[in-house]
C-alpha cells in the first residue's frame, strides 16, 4: 500500500460541521419560561398578598357604618334646628285658649285644633300689615344699592389702574370690623342735621353704607378671577369699559351678584337695631312692630305668633330659594 493510501482521510476522523446552530426551543424551554413567571412559592405568595392589598371587609363596614351614623346625625341636628320654627308654625295657627291650655306639640294629638282665625285677625292688625310693607321699602333698595355700587367698585379695585387703588382697598377692608354700635351716634346727629333722622331714606342709606365693605370685598375677589385674556379680546372688539363691565364682567359674576343680594336682604330684613334708631315710628319695621306689640300686648299671642312666623318665613323662602348661588359666589370670591 503506498504513503497516500496510509495518509489518514480527515474526514474520517473529524465528527462532520453541523453549521451555525439554529435557535429554537429547548425541551426544558416551555418550563423555564413558566418558572420564571411563575416564580419560587414564596414569590407567588408575596405577589398574591400584594394582588390582594386594600381595605378589609371589617374597615369596609366601618366606614359604611361610620357614613350611615354621619348622615343620622346631621338628620337629627336639621330636625332640632327646624324644631323653633316648626313650634312657631303650629303655634300661629293655634287659639289663644288653646295655647294657655297647653304647648303646640299638643297638635300632634289633636290636629282638629288648628285654625286659621289668627292670620285673619293679622290681616285685620293695621300696624303688623304696615311694617310688612315698610320692611320691603327698606329692604329691596338698600339690596339693589349695595349690589349695584359694590358691582362697580368691585371692578374698579379688580381691573382698572388709579392711583392708590391697593391703599384705598385696604381700608375698605378694614371698614369690614367696624360694629354697627359705633357709627349710632354720630350718624343720628348727622342725620337729624340734615332731615333723615326717623325716614325710610335714613334706614336705607345707613344699611348701603354699612353693607358697600363687604359687597366690594366679594365682588373685587370674584371679578379678579375673570381671564385676562376674556377681557383684553373684549377691549380689542371695540368694547368700552361700560360695555365690557355690562356684557362680559356682569354676565360672569352672577353667582356672585346673587349671593351678595341674599346676604344683604337677610341682613336687612332681620334688623332691628338700626331700625329701632332711625326708622320712622309712625311706620316702623316688622321686627320694630313685633316688639312694641309684645310690650303693648304681653298676651297678644294670636297676632305675635303668625306676625313672627311672617317674618320669618320671608327670609327662609329667599335663602332656601337661592342657597345654591348664595354658597357658591361665597366660596368663590371671599375663600381665596
Known amino acids: 500500500m503506498s504513503g497516500t493510501d496510509a495518509t489518514p482521510d480527515p474526514t474520517a476522523t473529524d465528527p462532520p460541521y453541523a453549521g451555525p446552530t439554529q435557535a429554537g426551543p429547548s425541551p426544558a424551554g416551555p418550563a423555564q419560561a413558566e418558572s420564571s413567571s411563575v416564580g419560587s412559592p414564596s414569590t407567588r405568595a408575596s405577589a398574591a398578598v400584594v394582588a390582594g392589598a386594600g381595605p378589609s371587609y371589617a374597615a369596609r363596614a366601618s366606614a359604611r357604618l361610620a357614613g350611615g351614623a354621619l348622615r343620622v346625625f346631621l338628620v337629627v341636628a336639621a330636625l332640632f ?49 304696615g311694617s310688612l310693607l315698610s320692611t320691603f321699602a327698606i329692604a329691596v333698595p338698600a339690596t339693589l344699592l349695595v349690589v349695584t355700587l359694590g358691582a362697580f367698585a368691585g371692578y374698579a379695585f379688580a381691573w382698572l ?58 365682588l373685587r375677589n370674584f371679578f379678579a378671577e375673570i381671564p385676562r385674556e376674556l377681557l ?20 360672569l359674576g352672577g353667582p356672585a351678584l346673587a349671593s351678595l343680594g341674599i346676604f344683604q336682604f337677610l341682613w336687612v330684613w332681620n334688623d332691628m337695631l338700626v331700625a329701632l334708631v332711625f326708622a320712622d315710628s309712625a311706620h316702623p319695621p316688622v321686627t320694630v312692630a313685633l316688639q312694641q306689640q309684645v310690650r303693648q300686648f304681653g298676651n297678644n ?11 320669618m318665613a320671608v327670609p327662609l323662602v329667599v335663602f332656601f330659594a337661592f342657597q345654591r348661588q348664595f354658597v357658591s359666589g361665597v366660596m368663590a370670591g371671599a375663600v381665596k
Not at 383684553?232 to 356684557?247: I, K, N, T, V
Open 232 to 251: 383684553e379680546a373684549a377691549r380689542l372688539d371695540g368694547a368700552g369699559e361700560l360695555r365690557l363691565f355690562a356684557r362680559v364682567v356682569l354676565p
Open 161 to 218: 389702574e388709579f392711583p392708590g387703588r391697593d391703599w384705598l382697598f385696604l381700608v375698605v377692608v378694614g371698614l369690614l370690623v367696624v360694629p354697627v354700635q359705633v357709627a349710632l351716634i354720630p350718624v343720628s346727629e348727622l342725620f337729624g342735621s340734615i332731615g333723615l333722622f326717623e325716614t325710610t331714606a335714613g334706614v336705607v342709606l345707613f344699611h348701603t353704607a354699612f353693607g358697600l365693605p363687604f359687597a366690594v370685598f366679594l
Open 81 to 129: 334646628w327646624l324644631l323653633p320654627t316648626l313650634g312657631l308654625l303650629l303655634s300661629s295657627f293655634l287659639s289663644p285658649t288653646d295655647l294657655n291650655d297647653g304647648g303646640w306639640w299638643q297638635v300632634l294629638t289633636a290636629p282638629s285644633r288648628l285654625t286659621a282665625d289668627n292670620y285673619e285677625r293679622l290681616l285685620a292688625n293695621d300696624t303688623i300689615t
Open 301 to 311: 299671642i294670636d297676632v305675635l305668633a303668625p306676625g313672627a312666623f311672617l317674618s
